[in-house]
């Protein structure tokens, strides 16, 4: 498994095939030294089309993925051709620094004693 942070540059339509198999395209982009952007599409597959609900373009992603290849011969041609897929597998929304959000904080983080008691 890959993963790949980056900033959602935008998110495809759900793609229904006859067979009722269902695909959806997730674009990132890593920024890198900003001359030449890393623009990265990744293929979301049956029921991981439903993690890309609520993601929206602008927001840093870190997507885990696999590698899939396949051979496809043309039927009319003969001509043999292969083709490469990210399949995503999980997806985490980070913050604007590349780091998941912080927690919320647990109730006695923000406790604060009496004045008139020792903070011990």
Do not use: C, H
């Amino acid at each position: 498994m890959y993963e790949f942070i980056g900033t959602v540059k935008a998110i495809g339509e759900i793609q229904t095939f006859p067979s009722g198999f269902q695909k959806r395209e997730l674009v990132v982009e890593e920024s890198g030294d900003g001359k030449w952007p890393n623009v990265v599409a990744f293929a979301f597959k049956k029921d991981n089309v439903a993690k890309l609900d609520g993601v929206r373009p602008g927001q840093r992603v870190k997507v885990s993925f696999a590698v899939d290849g396949r051979e496809w011969t043309d039927p009319k041609t003969g001509k043999v051709r292969y083709f490469a897929d990210l399949t995503a597998l999980r997806l985490e929304v980070l913050d604007g620094a590349g780091v998941p959000p912080p927690a919320e904080p647990d109730d006695m983080a923000s406790f604060t004693a009496p004045e008139d008691e020792p903070p011990f």
